[in-house]
């Protein structure tokens, strides 16, 4: 099966797949999964799981905002102070 049809149709990945659906080697998800930093089940105490819905989020978790978007963050802060900075 391509990686492609896996990540389409599989909600549970296994820790090879789940290296491959982020781009990132297995060494530094295995970093990420000891750090805490990423979401993953353990059932039996050694192999890692993954969920793919909570990968997805976990991208998503922190966005770097636009210049646009910067740009009407200060203006509605300058407004909301009075326009002083």
């Keep these: ?9 599989k909600e549970v990945l296994t820790s090879d797949e789940a290296a491959r659906y982020l781009g990132i080697s ?3 998800l ?5 750090r805490r930093q990423i979401p993953h089940y353990k059932p ?3 192999m890692c799981y993954f969920n793919r819905g ?3 989020k976990w991208l998503q978790d922190n966005p770097i905002a636009t210049e646009a978007q910067l740009n009407d963050r ?3 802060y300058c407004k909301g102070k009075g326009g002083a900075i």
């Design 1 to 9: 099966m391509r990686d492609s049809t896996i990540f389409c149709t």
């Design 26 to 28: 297995k060494s530094y």
């Design 30 to 34: 295995y970093k990420l999964t000891m």
């Design 44 to 46: 039996m105490g050694k």
């Design 54 to 56: 909570e990968i997805e």
């Design 74 to 76: 200060a203006a509605a």
